[in-house]
């Protein structure tokens, strides 16, 4: 009887094993999709045109995927010798290490020693929970032999070494490489290697930029277990003992640009990258970081001196409110005081530098190309390019006087009656001078003697939308944000070509590139006629409306632009090679400080700007040059510039312009 029970015993705990598992076989289903059809989530990488890393972008995980030819053999025997030095040899489970774990558990009382494979540690954390059952265990042990069946060794390793979390927010081996040494695969020594394939154990406990002498001490023992198999000799053993990597404690998104992430991820959004945060792109743009952080400082850089001005107005408004109580100071909300600059590759329309505030902790609105404001003054050379293109030339008298225009509104007869800034008038001015100290009655005179339908026709061949038809126009009352201005503003800096703006380069994904940039111009005026232009501008620079946007070493030309009442204060202007526009005014629309004009408050944002250009790119071309078919000739002591369209003026149309003055 004895014997025959024992014997029942022994059949039944041989077969319990096998009833057990054909019970978890039948009862549940194995879906290992997942990791066959293997897609993680992947960081998109943000790079400027010299390939500086940007910023990473990513929805949960930060994940950089490596392929298994990525990996060096060196770290998969790393990885080996501490997790799973029989890898290549069982098929997904080790029944050996198991047994040994099985008896240390069974003497414990508790579970104590898992003996997971790579495999089964693959499927914990990708199908499974962390939870220590056996039922658990058990699933495991048949997803790993399932799985084994599915891929092949490498393809294990890959998904794992891509899968599993290295601590500080890293998955994968590559992302953790890149993070903790800023180091390339194939870049890492035996140490930092070892160093990263100890982590996944514990990774909060050996992250290196936490507990740095822990990490250290666990990439030891990886290291002492693979000289202890024979993995390295002797010599490698000592020097890699000895070693003590530096490690970097970055942020995850290290973003050097918010505002072009932005820009980038407004754009990709609109070419239908649904993926974006999770598609693991490499998209080139067209910033240079280094002009990125001009431009941040010379942005920062106006923004302080016109802190630094308002704050002594107010001091004088506090003085005469001790002297008059009846005296009413300026109501200004300086909350609302706000800048934006946008700067171009003239040739390329490729933008170098975009910042759309002054801090963008405090706002991460992007004025640069979502701010919509009145230019102002900063639109006259539009008008003035049409009338040198018409014939016009910079010797072209212009009738600077106040005139009273009738109109209708809304069934009710008005009168506009326009002034210049300066509240004075010439009579008569060249064209030249009318635009260097932007004479507001000269240029409205202007736009009447080409004619409103006319000159509106001729203003098609900019491209520009929304344009008012009437008047008002020569006082720059379109709506228009600093990008917008940039782009036709091309105009003038290309000599004669528009060009369309560009921020994205190249996307790519798997080394496959899904887009790369097209380029976009457009035929404006001939380059002669464009350096004309040039001529008038760069004197504006020079002794005009904008002589505090002056770079020392280098000529530049552009166009103040300061709106009624002060609130919208621009520079838009050029060097030989770069484009740049600058904008400061309140986000109400409401006015800012008395004085403060396109010149003052953002032509030292410009010159500040091409300061720091210069010194980054000393060799870059400083002077405008003269093309083919220009004249210089001084006329009244001026200098002036004539080509086969633009005539010196004959006594006729001189006559004309007196006859309107008198």
């Given at each position: 009887?004895?014997?025959?029970?024992?014997?029942?015993?022994?059949?039944?705990?041989?077969?319990?094993?096998?009833?057990?598992?054909?019970?978890?076989?039948?009862?549940?289903?194995?879906?290992?999709?997942?990791?066959?059809?293997?897609?993680?989530?992947?960081?998109?990488?943000?790079?400027?045109?010299?390939?500086?890393?940007?910023?990473?972008?990513?929805?949960?995980?930060?994940?950089?995927?490596?392929?298994?030819?990525?990996?060096?053999?060196?770290?998969?025997?790393?990885?080996?010798?501490?997790?799973?030095?029989?890898?290549?040899?069982?098929?997904?489970v080790n029944f050996d290490a198991i047994f040994r774990a099985l008896i240390k558990d069974i003497k414990a009382g508790?579970?104590?020693?898992?003996?997971?494979?790579?495999?089964?540690?693959?499927?914990?954390?990708?199908?499974?929970?962390?939870?220590?059952?056996?039922?658990?265990?058990i699933k495991e042990v048949i997803y790993a032999l399932k799985l084994e069946r599915a891929l092949s060794k490498k393809e294990i390793l890959e998904r794992y070494l891509n899968e599993i979390y290295f601590g500080h927010g890293y998955y994968g081996i590559k992302t953790a490489a890149d993070g903790y040494f800023h180091k390339q695969l194939d870049e890492l020594s035996l140490k930092e290697m070892a160093m990263l394939v100890g982590m996944p154990k514990a990774p909060s406990t050996y992250n290196p930029t936490k507990n740095y002498e822990i990490s250290f001490g666990r990439a030891n023992r990886v290291i002492s277990r693979m000289y202890t198999l024979g993995w390295i000799d002797e010599k490698?053993?000592?020097?890699?003992?000895?070693?003590?990597?530096?490690?970097?404690?970055?942020?995850?998104?290290?973003?050097?640009?918010?505002?072009?992430?932005?820009e980038v991820a407004r754009r990709v959004k609109k070419m239908g990258l649904s993926d974006f945060k999770t598609g693991g792109y490499d998209i080139y743009t067209s910033v240079d970081l280094k002009l990125q952080n001009a431009a941040k400082k010379a942005l920062r850089y106006a923004y302080d001196k016109a802190l630094v001005r308002i704050a002594h107005y107010k001091e004088k408004e506090r003085q005469k409110m001790e002297k008059d109580p009846a005296y009413v100071p300026q109501d200004v909300n300086l909350s609302q005081f706000n800048g934006a600059l946008v700067s171009l590759d003239s040739k390329s329309g490729d933008i170098l530098a975009l910042v759309g505030s002054v801090d963008y902790k405090k706002s991460s609105y992007n004025r640069a190309t979502q701010g919509k404001r009145q230019p102002g003054s900063a639109f006259k050379p539009f008008i003035y390019q049409v009338a040198l293109d018409l014939g016009y030339s910079g010797a072209t008298k212009l009738v600077d006087v106040a005139r009273t225009y009738k109109y209708e509104k809304n069934g009710e007869d008005l009168k506009w009656r326009p002034k210049n800034y300066e509240k004075d008038y010439k009579g008569l001015i060249s064209l030249r001078e009318a635009l260097i100290h932007s004479r507001n009655l000269a240029t409205i005179n202007l736009v009447n003697d080409i004619g409103l339908k006319t000159l509106l026709g001729e203003l098609k061949k900019f491209g520009i939308k929304n344009l008012p038809h009437d008047l008002?126009?020569?006082?720059?009352?379109?709506?228009?944000?600093?990008?917008?201005?940039?782009?036709?503003?091309t105009s003038f800096a290309n000599h004669g070509m528009q060009m369309q703006?560009?921020?994205?380069?190249?996307?790519?994904?798997?080394?496959?590139?899904?887009?790369?940039?097209?380029?976009?111009?457009?035929?404006?005026?001939?380059?002669?006629?464009?350096?004309?232009?040039?001529?008038?501008?760069r004197?504006?620079?020079?002794?005009?409306?904008?002589?505090?946007?002056?770079?020392?070493?280098?000529?530049?030309?552009?166009?103040?632009?300061?709106?009624?009442?002060?609130?919208?204060?621009?520079?838009?202007?050029?060097?030989?090679?770069?484009?740049?526009?600058?904008?400061?005014?309140?986000?109400d629309n409401t006015p800012?400080?008395?004085?403060?004009t396109g010149g003052r408050v953002s032509g030292p944002a410009f010159s500040k700007y091409y300061s720091q250009l210069l010194r980054l790119y000393p060799q870059i071309p400083r002077k405008f040059t003269m093309p083919p078919g220009v004249i210089k000739v001084k006329v009244d002591g001026v200098t002036e510039y004539f080509t086969d369209i633009s005539k010196p003026p004959v006594k006729e149309r001189e006559d004309e312009a007196e006859k309107l003055l008198f």
């Amino acid at each position: 009887m004895i014997k025959k029970f024992s014997l029942f015993l022994l059949m039944a705990l041989f077969l319990t094993p096998f009833l057990v598992l054909g019970y978890y076989l039948t009862e549940y289903d194995y879906d290992i999709s997942k990791l066959v059809d293997f897609n993680p989530p992947q960081t998109t990488r943000i790079y400027d045109k010299n390939g500086k890393k940007i910023a990473n972008v990513f929805a949960k995980e930060h994940r950089y995927y490596a392929t298994f030819e990525e990996i060096p053999p060196q770290l998969i025997e790393a990885l080996l010798a501490i997790e799973d030095t029989s890898f290549f040899e069982h098929h997904g489970v080790n029944f050996d290490a198991i047994f040994r774990a099985l008896i240390k558990d069974i003497k414990a009382g508790k579970m104590v020693e898992g003996a997971s494979t790579i495999t089964q540690q693959l499927v914990k954390n990708e199908l499974l929970t962390r939870e220590k059952k056996l039922s658990r265990k058990i699933k495991e042990v048949i997803y790993a032999l399932k799985l084994e069946r599915a891929l092949s060794k490498k393809e294990i390793l890959e998904r794992y070494l891509n899968e599993i979390y290295f601590g500080h927010g890293y998955y994968g081996i590559k992302t953790a490489a890149d993070g903790y040494f800023h180091k390339q695969l194939d870049e890492l020594s035996l140490k930092e290697m070892a160093m990263l394939v100890g982590m996944p154990k514990a990774p909060s406990t050996y992250n290196p930029t936490k507990n740095y002498e822990i990490s250290f001490g666990r990439a030891n023992r990886v290291i002492s277990r693979m000289y202890t198999l024979g993995w390295i000799d002797e010599k490698t053993y000592k020097k890699a003992l000895m070693e003590r990597p530096k490690v970097y404690d970055d942020t995850l998104t290290q973003n050097k640009a918010p505002f072009i992430v932005d820009e980038v991820a407004r754009r990709v959004k609109k070419m239908g990258l649904s993926d974006f945060k999770t598609g693991g792109y490499d998209i080139y743009t067209s910033v240079d970081l280094k002009l990125q952080n001009a431009a941040k400082k010379a942005l920062r850089y106006a923004y302080d001196k016109a802190l630094v001005r308002i704050a002594h107005y107010k001091e004088k408004e506090r003085q005469k409110m001790e002297k008059d109580p009846a005296y009413v100071p300026q109501d200004v909300n300086l909350s609302q005081f706000n800048g934006a600059l946008v700067s171009l590759d003239s040739k390329s329309g490729d933008i170098l530098a975009l910042v759309g505030s002054v801090d963008y902790k405090k706002s991460s609105y992007n004025r640069a190309t979502q701010g919509k404001r009145q230019p102002g003054s900063a639109f006259k050379p539009f008008i003035y390019q049409v009338a040198l293109d018409l014939g016009y030339s910079g010797a072209t008298k212009l009738v600077d006087v106040a005139r009273t225009y009738k109109y209708e509104k809304n069934g009710e007869d008005l009168k506009w009656r326009p002034k210049n800034y300066e509240k004075d008038y010439k009579g008569l001015i060249s064209l030249r001078e009318a635009l260097i100290h932007s004479r507001n009655l000269a240029t409205i005179n202007l736009v009447n003697d080409i004619g409103l339908k006319t000159l509106l026709g001729e203003l098609k061949k900019f491209g520009i939308k929304n344009l008012p038809h009437d008047l008002s126009i020569a006082l720059g009352t379109i709506s228009l944000s600093p990008l917008e201005l940039a782009h036709y503003y091309t105009s003038f800096a290309n000599h004669g070509m528009q060009m369309q703006p560009h921020l994205i380069m190249k996307i790519e994904k798997n080394s496959t590139t899904v887009y790369k940039k097209e380029e976009r111009s457009r035929y404006v005026t001939s380059p002669q006629q464009a350096f004309l232009m040039t001529t008038i501008l760069r004197d504006v620079v020079k002794r005009g409306t904008g002589r505090r946007a002056a770079v020392k070493g280098l000529e530049v030309a552009g166009k103040t632009g300061t709106t009624n009442k002060s609130m919208d204060a621009w520079f838009a202007g050029y060097s030989p090679t770069v484009e740049t526009i600058v904008w400061f005014g309140n986000d109400d629309n409401t006015p800012m400080y008395k004085g403060e004009t396109g010149g003052r408050v953002s032509g030292p944002a410009f010159s500040k700007y091409y300061s720091q250009l210069l010194r980054l790119y000393p060799q870059i071309p400083r002077k405008f040059t003269m093309p083919p078919g220009v004249i210089k000739v001084k006329v009244d002591g001026v200098t002036e510039y004539f080509t086969d369209i633009s005539k010196p003026p004959v006594k006729e149309r001189e006559d004309e312009a007196e006859k309107l003055l008198f």
